[in-house]
């Protein structure tokens, strides 16, 4: 342990030392050079998250590749360049280091998780790179201070408090546990959760944890067991989050499962087969496979014809989303395109409409979305959306 605290705080030292050297003054930004728009991205693409980075950069790229069918924005191509950061803040610390010392990278976008999000962001505020639409909802990234962020989805504040609502009010449930990953993601849903639950003058019942990057679950299912609880809510990754669900199964613990948005949902159902059956998660994008609003269409018609063999889902919407937003932002700065005339027309624009997902940005706030949707996996093995839990087992094609 003492090893690792050595290692990581010379590795923060080596990062101060190094942005100080490759980062150039955000007085001396004359534009962006070049005849193309280049954005960075810092993601999972191995490891138990990997999905999600994965899908991420597939939406992106979507998005890009249809904008440069019609000829990009001013003439100029978008481009993504990615790194792969494994879900872990040393590595996306790196990452960053060196995408914000690259003076062509206008933006960070689409980055994957809150521990790597809270080991970067201040690498890209000092570096005055604008860091967009990040694939978490950590309340940390909506702070009136983050002036460089950009979030495009809701909170996990906000998608906990809608579980604790439809928990308690469609099912009368009072007895709700949580299982977390322990860091800072798991953290801010855990405290969602508190938040929720305080407001309704209720406690947990059980508490489990594991560590990131990891399926280690089984101390937690049994934490979670004692207690007894009619409902659990589970903050963290695919894998452990399928893991416990499925050793549940096994030993016939079947309270209400119920997990976020950020877990990766055609990974979840993928990893849990038939043990996926009325597992409920909450989207903070509407139904991929729905024609409303318009932009789900886009979508699906940009996915096939970027990537003909890969499935529509959620995480590659909010990435397609999320290419969408740095399009619009590229579109009002006019020809004279720069990192602040970027960022600066995100927060000033007020609503942007895409294709009928509406998002709303203004000086302080700059979070676009504060939509939670319902979904549940159901006997097909696939997800459908819904707007109460009173189906709690089976919700058929």
């Known amino acids: ?41 810092s ?35 978008l481009e993504l360049l990615s790194l792969d950061d494994a879900y872990e803040p ?31 962001t201040p690498i890209a505020a ?78 947990l019942v059980a508490i489990g944890v594991y560590p990131r990057n990891t399926t280690a679950v089984k101390t ?20 452990p989050v399928a893991t416990l669900i499925a050793w549940g199964r096994h030993i016939g613990f079947n309270p209400v499962f119920m997990t976020i948005s950020f877990v990766g949902s055609n990974a979840l159902a993928r990893e849990l087969g038939s043990d996926g059956v009325g597992v409920f998660v909450t989207q903070v994008v509407p139904f991929p496979m729905g024609d409303t609003p318009p932009v789900t269409v886009a979508y699906r018609r940009a996915l096939a014809a970027h990537a003909p063999d890969a499935s529509p889902g959620f995480v590659s919407f909010e990435g397609y989303l999320a290419g969408r937003l740095a399009i619009t932002a590229l579109e009002h700065c006019g020809q004279e395109v720069d990192r602040t005339c970027f960022l600066d027309n995100l927060r000033r624009v007020g609503t942007i409409d895409l294709d009928g997902f509406t998002l709303n940005y203004g000086p302080r706030d700059n979070q676009g979305s504060d939509t939670v949707f319902l979904t549940v996996i159901g006997s097909d093995g696939r997800y459908h959306p819904i707007t109460t839990l009173h189906d709690i087992v089976v919700v058929q094609p």
């Open 43 to 77: 993601a999972a693409f191995t490891g138990p998250a990997q999905d999600l980075g994965q899908n991420m950069r597939l939406g992106i790229e979507a998005a890009f590749q249809e904008v440069n069918e019609r000829g990009g924005v001013h003439g100029r191509r």
């Open 220 to 239: 937690a299912l049994l934490d979670l067991r004692r207690g007894g609880p009619e409902a659990v809510i589970l903050i963290g990754a695919y894998q």
């Open 126 to 203: 000092d570096a005055s790179v604008p860091y967009i639409a990040p694939f978490t909802g950590a309340e940390f990234l909506r702070a009136a201070v983050q002036q460089n962020v950009i979030n495009l989805r809701a909170s996990y504040f906000q998608e906990t408090e809608e579980m604790v609502a439809r928990l308690t009010q469609d099912l009368g449930i009072d007895r709700i546990a949580v299982m977390y990953q322990d860091d800072s993601f798991g953290q801010a849903g855990y405290q969602g959760v508190l938040r929720a639950l305080d407001r309704r003058n209720l406690e």
């Open 90 to 120: 040393e590595a996306a610390i790196a990452n960053t280091l060196e995408l914000v010392a690259n003076e062509e990278i206008l933006a960070l976008i689409g980055a994957v998780g809150t521990p790597t999000s809270r080991a970067v």
């Open 1 to 41: 342990m003492r090893r690792t605290l050595r290692l990581y705080a010379a590795l923060l030292l080596t990062t101060t030392i190094s942005l100080c050297a490759a980062t150039p003054e955000p007085a001396e930004e004359a534009g962006v050079p070049g005849q193309r728009f280049l954005f960075g991205q």
